[in-house]
């Protein structure tokens, strides 16, 4: 069965980065794109970025450009999101969604990861 | 930067019907967008329902049914049942930039 499990809860300071992963099982992953999607405190969701585990190619919301990194691991089916110049508005929790490379579904999402950010 | 709207709180009573509306400020919402509906409850993650305007995942139950309705995209709950209570977001894929943004969200209550 597809499962796509997310790293741990992280406290981090303010100014420093956090690398969140999500380890995907169950299919091929190259044959999905993934996204990341954040959820602030009592906030909706909100769109991150989208990367492509075949060539790694990655498409950023405009407002993480400068900030987000989203990498993966193809040996280990393994993708990372790191937000950088953390602020107390990036505490949230931040998901990992899988999307099938043609026809825009999204269909199984990641348990979440609690980043809190806190001096 | 395209903003997508959705009622921000609806209330429905036990085996009642509801729809749930998505509009898009770029225009009309067609199935370029490829609407997304996807239901949250508190403490959990979304869950997909509803894909590519009006088909339902394996897992959505038939209550659930979309579709494209004066422009917007349409979420429509039929036979609600109280574990329907939960948020709802729409999400539409904007292809200029090659963005995709979700809607508030909608609070559904059951009652």
């Known amino acids: 069965q597809v499962q796509l499990v997310q790293s741990g809860a992280e406290v981090k300071k303010p100014g420093a980065s956090v690398k969140v992963s999500c380890k995907a099982s169950g299919y091929t992953f190259t044959n999905f794109y993934l996204h990341w999607v954040r959820q602030a405190p009592g906030q909706g969701l909100e769109w991150m970025g989208i990367?492509?585990?075949?060539?790694?190619?990655?498409t950023y919301a405009q407002r993480f450009q400068d900030r987000v990194t989203m990498t993966r691991d193809t040996s280990t089916s393994t993708l990372y999101m790191e937000l950088s110049s953390l602020r107390s508005e990036d505490t949230a929790v931040y998901y990992c969604?899988?999307?099938?490379?043609?026809?825009?579904?999204?269909?199984?999402w990641g348990q979440g990861t609690l980043v809190t950010v806190s001096s | 930067q395209t903003v997508v709207t959705q009622e921000p709180s609806l209330t429905v009573s036990p085996g009642g019907t509801v729809t749930l509306t998505c509009a898009s400020s770029t225009g009309a919402v067609n199935s370029g967008y490829y609407p997304t509906w996807l239901q949250q409850k508190p403490g959990q993650a979304p869950r997909t329902l509803i894909y590519s305007a009006t088909n339902r995942h394996s897992w959505t139950p038939a209550r659930f049914s979309a579709s494209l309705l004066g422009g917007k995209a349409a979420l429509t709950l039929s036979g609600v049942q109280p574990e329907d209570e939960a948020d709802y977001y729409c999400l539409l894929y904007c292809s200029n930039p090659r963005v995709w943004v979700f809607g508030g969200g909608t609070k559904l209550t059951v009652l």
């Open positions: 990367i492509n585990p075949s060539s790694g190619s990655t």
């Open positions: 969604a899988r999307m099938t490379m043609s026809g825009g579904t999204w269909d199984f």
